[in-house]
Antibody, heavy 118, light 106 residues
Framework: QVQLVESGGDLVKPGGSLRLSCAAS????????MSWVRQVPGKGLEWVAY????????NYADSVTDRFTISRDNAQNSLYLHMNSLRADDTAVYYC???????????WGQGTLVTVSS | EIVMTQSPPTLSVSPGERATLSCRAS??????LAWYQHKPGQTPRLLLY???TRATGIPARFSGSGSGTEFTLTISNLQSEDFAVYYC????????FGQGTKVEIK
């Protein structure tokens, strides 16, 4: 079954850190660029980070640059998002996303909730 | 940042009718525009990209048009499974999404 399954969402205090994971299955993970997209509950979607399939290229939203790091392990079919210096406005559901090409998502995970609150 | 504005926020349509959703970009995004459908409790679903190219498995009742700053998603002969929130997204620059249009049963 072609799917993406996120994990790692939690309640964390402002200034804290968290690592999200995404397990891919049912397709050749190493062939695809991947991304993280978030959604504040009841609000719109925001693209967070983007990573190429093999050469390590990454790109980030201005709001998370220097705080978040996207990475992947093609041998483990896994995508990660390392989040540091978390703020209240980082509270959102974080979706793992497969890129069809460029910044077009053709497969989404169910999402994992990150809540930043004291 | 390119701001995407969708209208209307909510659209009430009867099954079998046509729904027309609009999306406006704050500056030209060429034809680099995608549409997604999102139902509660489900993952978002890619409908269209490059303004009018249907994604794999998307029925022909979904169509897209436009270019530059004005885009339209048309859903013909609305089915019960089409009631959902629809988002447009530009990818000509760093990608940004609209706030969504909820299509509800009239």
């Amino acid at each position: 079954q072609v799917q993406l399954v996120e994990s790692g969402g939690d309640l964390v205090k402002p200034g804290g850190s968290l690592r999200l994971s995404c397990a891919a299955s049912g397709f050749s993970f190493s062939d695809y660029y991947m991304s993280w997209v978030r959604q504040v509950p009841g609000k719109g979607l925001e693209w967070v980070a983007y990573m190429s399939n093999s050469n390590g290229y990454t790109n980030y939203a201005d709001s998370v640059t220097d705080r978040f790091t996207i990475s992947r392990d093609n041998a483990q079919n896994s995508l990660y998002l390392h989040m540091n210096s978390l703020r209240a406005d980082d509270t959102a559901v974080y979706y793992c996303a497969r890129n069809l090409r460029g910044y077009i998502v053709d497969l989404w995970g169910q999402g994992t909730l990150v809540t930043v609150s004291s | 940042e390119i701001v995407m504005t969708q209208s209307p926020p909510t659209l009430s349509v009867s099954p079998g009718e046509r729904a027309t959703l609009s999306c406006r970009a704050s500056q030209s995004v060429s034809a680099n525009l995608a549409w997604y459908q999102h139902k509660p409790g489900q993952t978002p679903r890619l409908l269209l990209y490059a303004t009018s190219t249907r994604a794999t498995g998307i029925p022909a009742r979904f169509s897209g048009s436009g270019s530059g700053t004005e885009f339209t998603l048309t859903i013909s002969n609305l089915q019960s499974e089409d009631f959902a929130v629809y988002y447009c997204q530009q990818y000509n620059y760093w990608p940004t999404f609209g706030q969504g249009t909820k299509v509800e049963i009239k």
